[in-house]
């Protein structure tokens, strides 16, 4: 073998540079204040808007308008008003259960996540809802108030591990959230959780990782399950979907020896 053979075939076996990774989903973007006024329950709505882009991303829509954004977030504001007694403030927990029952997603609480666990929900294609004290995020174009708490959520939606950036739909700011990057530390040194009792971002880092809802039938049958903490749950009447603003086009087959295999849960009658 010649030398040049044996360097071409080195060359060819040597190891490749992995690129620099980067993942971006494809999240719709909503302002927290769709009617362009920071007033009443707007000025607070981030979690509505984060719950909202999450839920348009896992029905697969590529855009949402203004008059969408403004009916589903008062919705949201309906709910809350109803189960909490208030809109403002959710914290990580009580924006779990909106989700949980009320939206065609799934959300599990995730505390101290470190920038890997996030990147693999990312590079999974499930965009991770994130907590935050908004003044550590440096971000002149959202108007947090002086003598407020400064709680903040938005959505993680990418990153970029060249620039060390999270690439996020943030949605205080208003005109330039969709896809607005802040670096990596930015993000993970301002995670936090509400605390209603003194009215700060002073719990734990936290983010609420995110799943589809996962609603199965087999296929040529009529019978609808929730499938959620290893349990099938019947759904009894087609208006559990509306209570639940659920989607009809979430529903997938499933294998029927599959679906006899997980245990039953309590069923959802309402």
């Given amino acids: 073998m010649t030398k040049a053979l044996l360097s071409f075939l080195l060359l060819l076996l040597a190891p490749i540079a992995p690129a620099e990774a980067m993942t971006n989903l494809p999240v719709p973007f909503t302002s927290e204040v769709p009617g362009g006024k920071w007033v009443g329950p707007w000025k607070n709505a981030c979690e509505e808007a984060s719950v909202l882009m999450a839920e348009q991303y896992y029905l697969?829509?590529?855009?949402?308008?203004?008059?969408?954004?403004?009916?589903?977030?008062?919705?949201?504001?309906?709910?809350?008003?109803?189960?909490?007694?208030?809109n403002a403030d959710s914290n990580?927990?009580?924006?779990?259960?909106?989700?949980?029952?009320?939206?065609?997603?799934?959300?599990?609480?995730?505390?101290?996540?470190?920038?890997?666990?996030?990147?693999?929900?990312?590079?999974?294609?499930?965009?991770?809802?994130?907590?935050?004290?908004?003044?550590g995020l440096n971000n002149p174009a959202i108007p947090f108030l002086a003598n407020g708490s400064?709680?903040?959520?938005?959505?993680?939606?990418?990153?970029?591990?060249?620039?060390?950036?999270?690439?996020?739909?943030?949605?205080?700011?208003?005109k330039k959230g969709l896809d607005f990057r802040y670096k990596y530390d930015t993000i993970l040194n301002t995670l936090g959780d509400f605390n209603h009792e003194t009215k700060k971002v002073d719990g734990l880092p936290t983010?609420?990782?995110?799943?589809?809802?996962?609603?199965?039938?087999?296929?040529?049958?009529?019978?609808?399950?929730?499938?959620?903490?290893?349990?099938?749950?019947?759904?009894?009447?087609?208006?559990?979907?509306?209570?639940?603003?659920w989607s009809w086009s979430l529903v997938k087959p499933m294998a029927k020896g599959d679906l006899e295999k997980i245990p039953n849960g309590t069923s959802i009658n309402k």
Avoid at 60 to 86: D, H, P, V, Y
Wanted: proline letters at 4%; glycine letters at 6%; charged letters at 25%.
């Fill in 60 to 86: 697969g829509k590529k855009e949402i308008s203004k008059t969408l954004a403004k009916s589903a977030m008062e919705s949201l504001f309906n709910w809350q008003n109803k189960n909490f007694g208030r």
């Fill in 92 to 135: 990580a927990e009580e924006t779990a259960k909106i989700i949980n029952e009320y939206t065609s997603f799934s959300a599990t609480v995730k505390t101290n996540p470190t920038l890997e666990e996030i990147k693999s929900e990312l590079d999974n294609g499930y965009p991770v809802i994130s907590l935050h004290y908004g003044f």
């Fill in 150 to 174: 400064s709680y903040h959520m938005m959505v993680l939606v990418g990153y970029d591990n060249k620039k060390k950036e999270f690439i996020t739909n943030d949605p205080g700011n208003e």
């Fill in 207 to 245: 983010v609420l990782f995110t799943k589809p809802k996962n609603l199965v039938k087999v296929a040529g049958g009529k019978r609808i399950y929730l499938i959620e903490n290893d349990e099938k749950r019947y759904i009894s009447h087609p208006n559990v979907f509306k209570n639940h603003r």
